[in-house]
């Protein structure tokens, strides 16, 4: 098998959202020809923990931890003389104090194990600038994925254009010396080259998905007398739900049936500011907000659920990566987002659900009244009828894609030593 090294500070036990797309092509690249080695960081500081995601990676894959400096050792020591650690960490990454340690340990991987390809997922940064620093030191070729944008996310605010500058400088480097850059969108791809044309020609778009395998054998929940709206995934930053939470008062306040009948569930991780908000619109008996969970549990709760919820607010072009699992889990799909963005786009066409504005609180209103009414006639936990195929968003299929990048870089490479 071709060999691959991937640097990943973000690995299982690690859970969440970040997490799947690496452990996914990690778990289909042996059936596809390529064996890789993952270099990640032990006790990483993220408290969501999934140990189950551990038993999808295949066994002749080797996962290389090591230590790092944990940035605590310097943000907190900076916060108690009153500066802001943001001021310090350029990048914009915590994480950091990986770099030495990895690259360390992964020149030795690559020597020894004669690694083809290193590949590096963006974010966190360091990933990229570890991926880069080894390219440099042992001539293997890079590939750099972005599952979201570097210096142009819109979740991110500089704290001075200095930092913006520099970061800029770095990701401009970085992306010179990859052989291949992948994105998770189109728009994201097309971005990246306006910003940076020398990208252009080595720029592909290879989406986030589903694994059917994840869905096998999940638990059904006997619920037919409640109205079952569930949203699994964190809300932070610019996503709110206070748009969806101020309709949904209205309508439970405007019909008792929907009143009686309705729960909300949210599954993920969220600040306290949300439980705030359920208890100041006197929705505590209608919502209800679940901890992290296993990506197991998570799926369970979609498959259960009579609509699926999908907010996206604070930028037009976002993707997420449920989205994906929500097409497989074939319930209804309440989309509050952009209309003309992309994820409202995939909705419409696939048939999986209404697409509406999520600043729109009356038409949030009617949607929720349709979805119910719907409900209601066709007994609930009836399957979408959908337009379009979605098995080219299966986690196997991107694999492939993933595969033919690789393929494409390790001729290139073999035909230059020839």
């Known amino acids: ?85 943001s001021y310090v960490f350029i990048p914009h990454d915590m994480n950091i104090g990986w770099l030495p340690f990895a690259i360390k340990r992964g020149k030795k991987i690559i020597e020894k194990k004669n690694i083809d390809i290193i590949y590096a997922t963006y974010p966190p940064a360091v990933n990229v600038l570890i991926g880069s620093l080894l390219k440099v030191m042992t001539g293997k070729p890079l590939v750099l994925d972005f599952r979201d944008p570097w210096t142009q996310n819109p ?9 913006k500058k520099v970061e800029e400088w770095m990701e401009k480097a ?67 739900p206070i748009f969806f939470l101020t309709a949904l008062k209205k309508i439970v306040e405007e019909n008792n049936e929907i009143k009686n009948s309705i729960q909300v569930i949210f599954v993920g991780r969220y600040s306290e500011k949300c439980n705030e908000l359920v208890r100041k619109l006197g929705l505590e008996k209608v919502v209800n907000i679940f901890g992290f969970t296993s990506h197991k549990k998570s799926l369970e709760f979609m498959v259960n659920a009579d609509v699926l919820l999908l907010i996206i607010t604070g930028g037009k072009y976002i993707m997420t990566n449920k989205i994906f699992e929500y097409l497989y889990a074939n319930r209804p799909i309440l989309a509050l987002v952009p209309e003309d963005g992309p994820a409202g786009k995939l909705i ?14 009356d038409s949030i209103k009617n949607g929720i009244s349709r979805m119910f009414e719907r409900w209601k006639k ?41």
């Open 1 to 85: 098998m071709k060999k691959v090294l991937v640097v990943a500070y973000l690995f299982p036990p690690s859970g969440g959202g970040g997490v799947m797309r690496t452990l996914k092509f990690i778990k289909y690249l042996p059936q596809l020809g390529w064996r890789p080695d993952v270099i990640t960081v032990k006790n990483p500081v993220f408290d969501l923990i999934d140990r189950s995601l551990l038993d999808e990676i295949p066994s002749d894959v080797h996962v290389y931890r090591t230590y790092w400096f944990d940035h605590r050792l310097f943000s907190v020591p900076l916060r108690k003389i009153g500066i802001n650690p």
């Open 155 to 163: 979740f991110v605010r500089y704290l001075s254009i200095f930092q």
């Open 174 to 240: 970085c992306l010179r010396s990859a052989e291949h850059v992948i994105t998770v969108t189109e728009h994201m791809r097309q971005n990246l080259i306006k910003k940076y044309p020398f990208i252009s020609e080595k720029c592909v778009t290879i989406t986030n998905g589903f694994d059917p395998e994840d869905f096998e054998d999940l638990k059904r929940w006997d619920q037919r007398n409640k109205f079952t709206i569930t949203y699994t995934g964190s809300l932070y930053g610019l996503r709110t």
């Open 348 to 361: 419409r066409s696939t048939n999986s659900g209404l697409v509406i504005s999520p600043y729109e609180i």
């Open 378 to 418: 066709e007994n609930s936990n009836k399957p979408n009828k959908r337009k379009n195929n979605i098995s080219r968003y299966s986690r196997k299929t991107l694999t492939y894609e993933l595969v033919n990048v690789f393929e494409k870089v390790y001729c290139a490479r073999s035909s230059k030593k020839h």
